[in-house]
C-alpha cells in the first residue's frame, strides 16, 4: 500500500517555472515506477512523465519534453516534476501515480496508487 500527497502547485503566468513534489508513504518506495498525470476539465487524463525504480529510466511526453523534468529521491520517499517554460494548455489537475515493477509506462490504467491532485493554473 503507497499513499502520495502531492504539493506544489499554484497560479503562475505563461512562461514561468512550478516545482511539483509527490511525497510516498511505505518502506519501499524504491520497488516503485513513479509516474505524473493531468487532467483539466473536461478533457481525459494525459501522462505528462515517468520515472524507473532507479531514477536512471525517464519518459516524458511530447508535449512537455525539454520543458519538463522528472526526478525522484529514493531515500526521501519523493518524486518531483520541474515545470519550466509554463503554457496555458498546461493548466489541468496534477496527480502523481505509483506501479509496482520496473516498466516505465505512460498508460494511466497501469498505475495503481493515485494522489489526490494538485491544480496547476497557467494564465496568458
Known amino acids: 500500500q503507497v499513499q502520495l500527497v502531492e504539493s506544489g502547485g499554484g497560479l503562475v503566468q505563461a512562461g514561468g517555472s512550478l516545482r511539483l513534489s509527490c511525497a510516498a508513504s511505505?518502506?519501499?518506495?524504491?520497488?516503485?515506477?513513479m509516474g505524473w498525470f493531468r487532467q483539466a476539465p473536461g478533457q481525459e487524463r494525459e501522462f505528462v512523465a515517468a520515472i524507473s525504480q532507479s531514477g536512471a529510466g525517464k519518459y516524458y511526453a511530447e508535449s512537455v519534453k525539454g520543458r519538463f523534468t522528472i526526478s525522484r529521491d529514493n531515500a526521501k520517499n519523493t518524486v518531483n516534476l520541474q515545470m519550466n517554460s509554463l503554457k496555458p494548455e498546461d493548466t489541468a489537475v496534477y496527480h502523481c501515480?505509483?506501479?509496482?515493477?520496473?516498466?516505465?509506462?505512460?498508460?494511466?490504467?497501469?498505475?495503481?496508487?493515485w494522489g489526490q491532485g494538485t491544480q496547476v493554473t497557467v494564465s496568458s
Open positions: 511505505g518502506r519501499t518506495f524504491s520497488s516503485y515506477t
Open positions: 501515480a505509483a506501479r509496482l515493477g520496473p516498466s516505465v509506462v505512460s498508460d494511466f490504467k497501469l498505475y495503481t496508487y
